[in-house]
C-alpha cells in the first residue's frame, strides 16, 4: 500500500488548516497564527540549516508578531536539516511539545456510506455545530482557520438518539489528493457508542465523492484512545512532527 509521504501530508496540512498569513524569515517560514493554535504559528525551516543568528532573528519576528517563539521540527528523513535545528532549540531551553502523528490510508479503505439520518455535511457551520466545537474548546480564532481553508471543504454533524452528538471539519488539497480531517469532537455523553467511528466513515466517503485518494489527519501522540480509533479503521500511522517551545521568561 502506497501512502503519501511525509512531505505532501505536510502540504495537505498546511492547505486544510491554514495559517492567517506567512511570511519569509532568513531560512525559516514564520505563520502568524491569530490565535488559531500551534499548527498555525509555528516556525518551520525552509532553508537546509540555520545558524544561531537566523535563530535569534526568527525568535524577535515571531515575538513582534504577538506570538511565543514556536518552532515545528519534522522527520529527518525528509528534512535533515530540522534534526540540527532541534538540537540547537534543545540547548537554548526550548521543550518539546505535543510529539504529533499522522494516520493515513486510501480513503475507499475508510469510506462508508453512512446510514440515512445519521451523519449531514454542512457549510457553512450551523449554530448548533458552532456550539458543539465552543463546547470542546474549539472557539472562534480556530473556526476562523476554517474558514480560510479553500474549498473543497465541509462540515459534519453526527446525529445519535435524536440529539447532535458530534461535529468535525474536513478538506481537500487537490494539489496532493489528501483530504485532511480536522476538529472532530463527540459529545461526552455520546462517547464509546461508535459516534466516531460512523462520522469518520461518513466524512471519508464525503472526501472520496470530492476526489480524494487519501485520507488522512493529525493526532498528539499522548491521545491514544484517538490513536486507536484511527488505527483500528485501517488508517496507517506514517509522518510525524512535534514542535521546541520557548518557556516564558521568569
Not at 480564532?141 to 476554517?146: C, I, L, Q
Amino acid at each position: 500500500m502506497n501512502l503519501p509521504a511525509a512531505p505532501a501530508l505536510h502540504a495537505a496540512l498546511e492547505t486544510t488548516w491554514p495559517p492567517a498569513e506567512r511570511r519569509p524569515c532568513g531560512p525559516f517560514r514564520l505563520r502568524h497564527g491569530a490565535g488559531g493554535g500551534k499548527r498555525v504559528s509555528a516556525a518551520t525551516l525552509d532553508g537546509e540549516a540555520a545558524g544561531a543568528a537566523e535563530i535569534d532573528t526568527a525568535e524577535a519576528a515571531m515575538q513582534t508578531m504577538g506570538q511565543a517563539p514556536l518552532f515545528m521540527i519534522r522527520d529527518a528523513d525528509a528534512w535533515p536539516g530540522d534534526t540540527a535545528l532541534d538540537d540547537a532549540l534543545d540547548a537554548r531551553g526550548y521543550r518539546v511539545v505535543d510529539p504529533t502523528v499522522f494516520y493515513c490510508a486510501p480513503v475507499a479503505a475508510v469510506a462508508q456510506v453512512p446510514r440515512p439520518m445519521t451523519t449531514f455535511p454542512v457549510w457553512p457551520p450551523l449554530a448548533l455545530q458552532t456550539a458543539l466545537w465552543q463546547d470542546a474548546g474549539i472557539g472562534p480564532e480556530r473556526r476562523a482557520v476554517m474558514a480560510r481553508a479553500a474549498d473543497p471543504k465541509t462540515a459534519f454533524m453526527a446525529r445519535h438518539r435524536n440529539r447532535a452528538a458530534g461535529v468535525a471539519f474536513v478538506a481537500l488539497d487537490r494539489q496532493t489528493g489528501i483530504a485532511m480531517l480536522h476538529a472532530l469532537e463527540v459529545t461526552p455523553s455520546f462517547r464509546r457508542e461508535g459516534v466516531a467511528r460512523e462520522l469518520v466513515g461518513a466524512i471519508a466517503h464525503w472526501a472520496q465523492g470530492q476526489g480524494a485518494a487519501h485520507f488522512a489527519l493529525a493526532v498528539t501522540e499522548a491521545n491514544a484512545e484517538a490513536g486507536a480509533l484511527y488505527a483500528g479503521l485501517g488508517m496507517t500511522r506514517t509522518a510525524g512532527y512535534h514542535y521546541r517551545q520557548k518557556p516564558p521568561a521568569p
